[in-house]
């Protein structure tokens, strides 16, 4: 068995079909990149268990996730996963030291093991001071590490990033893009970054997975995909990191 993750996804929502597969090895970071609607938050959620297969498989570490044919399907919780939602998706009427403990405190660890926990992964990622307050009262970049810290306090070794960087302007952007890419690099996870961004994709991610119309369309280095852009959807986007 394989030690990293095997997505063989097919997926439905509403009229649309996504189906792909792909594999990543531990530590791998890759980025999905593709135009809005193509189906990467679909692909974010059906790895996440809010997205039944309808055929596949989703192995991590050599456990089966999912498996419609043998119906098996693990709950949210029960994967394990770190996922930073588009918008964050914070607990509005939590703190944010309750909201990055809470994964913890879901684990069954105790309220003032999992609050310590916590305040430490705010030191982490800089944003010591804002422990007791309310999502409502945080920074773009301020919740952005929040939402981070919440996804990798339990040690996930799968990091699902859904467009990370979105929320913040242009000149916080670059900053937050160098610290996310040693963070991530820190954590040692299998991270799968959405993007629309592809200057974020490139920064993030050692390798491009490209989704168009609920299937991947390529797959490869910034590099590899330029000199061969097997799309013209790939060929236009990498010509705006050129
Ligand atoms: N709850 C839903 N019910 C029915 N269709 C949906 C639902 N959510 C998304 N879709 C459709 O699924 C398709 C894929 O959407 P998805 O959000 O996965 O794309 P995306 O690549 O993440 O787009 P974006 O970059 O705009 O976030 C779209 O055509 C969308 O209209």
Same mark, same amino acid.
């Given at each position: 068995?394989?030690?990293?993750?095997?997505?063989?996804?097919?997926?439905?929502?509403?009229?649309?079909?996504?189906?792909?597969?792909?594999?990543?090895?531990?530590?791998?970071?890759?980025?999905?990149?593709?135009?809005?609607?193509?189906?990467?938050?679909?692909?974010?959620?059906?790895?996440?268990?809010?997205?039944?297969?309808?055929?596949?498989?989703?192995?991590?570490?050599?456990?089966?996730?999912?498996?419609?044919?043998? !119906?098996?399907?693990?709950?949210?919780?029960?994967?394990?996963?770190?996922?930073?939602?588009?918008?964050?998706?914070?607990?509005?009427?939590?703190?944010?030291?309750?909201?990055?403990?809470?994964?913890?405190?879901?684990?069954?660890?105790?309220?003032?093991?999992? !609050?310590?926990?916590?305040?430490?992964?705010?030191? @982490?990622?800089?944003?010591?001071?804002?422990?007791?307050?309310?999502?409502?009262?945080?920074?773009?970049?301020?919740?952005?590490?929040?939402?981070?810290?919440?996804?990798?306090?339990? !040690?996930?070794?799968?990091?699902?990033?859904?467009?990370?960087?979105?929320?913040?302007?242009?000149?916080? @952007?670059?900053?937050?893009?160098?610290?996310?890419?040693?963070?991530?690099?820190?954590?040692?996870?299998?991270?799968?970054?959405?993007?629309?961004?592809? @200057?974020?994709?490139?920064?993030?991610?050692? /390798?491009?997975?490209?989704?168009?119309?609920?299937?991947?369309?390529? @797959?490869?280095?910034?590099?590899?995909?330029?000199?061969?852009?097997?799309?013209?959807?790939?060929?236009?986007?990498?010509? /705006?990191?050129?």
């Amino acid at each position: 068995m394989s030690p990293g993750l095997h997505a063989d996804i097919a997926a439905r929502r509403g009229e649309f079909s996504l189906e792909l597969e792909f594999s990543l090895a531990p530590g791998a970071t890759a980025a999905v990149l593709g135009p809005n609607g193509a189906g990467k938050s679909t692909l974010v959620d059906a790895l996440a268990g809010l997205v039944p297969l309808t055929r596949g498989e989703v192995v991590l570490g050599g456990r089966a996730l999912e498996r419609p044919g043998e !119906r098996l399907r693990l709950t949210p919780q029960e994967r394990g996963l770190g996922v930073m939602f588009q918008g964050y998706c914070l607990f509005g009427h939590m703190s944010a030291r309750d909201n990055v403990a809470y994964g913890l405190r879901a684990r069954g660890v105790g309220r003032a093991r999992a !609050r310590a926990e916590a305040q430490a992964w705010l030191e @982490r990622l800089g944003v010591a001071e804002v422990g007791e307050l309310r999502p409502a009262a945080l920074s773009g970049g301020q919740a952005q590490r929040v939402a981070l810290a919440r996804a990798m306090i339990t !040690r996930p070794a799968l990091l699902l990033l859904d467009e990370p960087l979105a929320a913040l302007d242009v000149s916080a @952007r670059a900053q937050a893009r160098r610290l996310l890419a040693g963070w991530l690099a820190e954590a040692g996870a299998i991270s799968l970054i959405v993007s629309h961004d592809v @200057r974020d994709a490139v920064a993030l991610a050692d /390798e491009l997975l490209v989704v168009e119309g609920g299937r991947l369309t390529a @797959r490869g280095t910034a590099a590899e995909l330029r000199a061969r852009p097997p799309t013209a959807y790939v060929a236009a986007v990498l010509a /705006e990191d050129a």
